[in-house]
Every structure is written in structure tokens, then in C-alpha cells.
């Protein structure tokens, strides 16, 4: 029986250490305001909004990454009041330059990253799937739809592409929340030590 809980209970630990050890997805996020010429139904002038690029490049950390544009995943932006434009486009062969952070996690370097317009996805809070693309590149136009409604223009657009003006934070891992899997090996190992217990009793 010790033999069984020691196995049980490894097994258990194991589980849980593997399902911690999964990659993160890093958020990548730079806030701005709406600029004249903003066509987005729903939005205001000088309304903030966050441009999040969410990417994966298999690691764990955000100290000393590298993220290309083959880790993408996707972008959103979002305003203040509740509109949104995304998609999980991009265009590699356009894009250049990569996200960095350094040892402690800070953004050094910004991807200058976009996606095919006129021709591209991209998802509207307003109007669902549209035909259009999005730019990070430093020009004022950061998304537009290819019909005549729909173009996002950004103040200090520049910034975009400058690496300081980005946060990067980690998304929970799905492993730091105990799968069904590894919940059920601890709650058998728990039985298998309560069953020990009795039978020294």
C-alpha cells in the first residue's frame, strides 16, 4: 500500500508540474487616442483605445523574448466605449522587425507588423466579418475596412512601432488552474492515503 500511495502521489505531482510548465501567450498592448478622420461607428474623437497583439513564440517568460511574426496569434483593437476591430491575419511576407523584451520583461523593440488590405478579415464589434486590414507601422490609418465606413486613424501613431510604448504581461496558462486530469490523480492519491491510514488503524 505505501508503495501504491508513493506511486499515486508522484503521478499526481507530476501532472500538476506539466500542466504549470505550458507555454504562455503574451499580450502585447500599446494605448492611444482616436484621431479626425475616424470612421468607426460607435467611436468619438480623442477617444483611448489599446491595440493588444496577442503572440506565442513557446516560451514561458517574458524576460529576454523574441517575438516574430510567425508567433502571431492576433490583433484587437478596442475602444473606450466598447467598439472593437480584430483578426488573426497577418501578412508575412510584408512583415518586418520583431517585439524584444529584455531580462526584466520591459518591451525594447516594436514589430512593424500588417495584414493585407483591401482583401484581409477583420471582425467589427458593428458589422461582423468585413474585408479590410489593419497596420502597424507607423502611419495614422491603424485599420480600415475596404467599404467606405471604417477607418481607424491613431494620435502619436509613430509610437507604434517604438518598442517603450508597449507593455508585454503574460496570459494565464491554461496549466495554472489543475486540469479535471490531474485533480482527479490528487483526489485518488488523497483515497489511496485515507485507505493506509485505516488499514494501520
Known sequence: MKTLLKNVLS????????????????????VTTTQAGTAVPGSSIGESFTTTIRVDN???TLASQLWTASNFLSIRFEGASGWWIQSTQINLVSSVNAFSTDALGTVLTAGNWIDGYPSGTLLTSWAGSQL???WNNGNNE???LAASVGCLRANNVANNIVGRTWTAALEQPSGSVPEPTSLALVGLALVAGQLAVKRRA
Not at 11 to 30: D, E, K, M
Open 11 to 30: 503521478t499526481a505531482v507530476l501532472a500538476l508540474l506539466v500542466g504549470q510548465a505550458q507555454a504562455n501567450v503574451v499580450t502585447l498592448s500599446w
Open 58 to 60: 513557446g516560451g514561458a
Open 132 to 134: 479590410g486590414g489593419w
Open 142 to 144: 491603424v485599420a480600415c
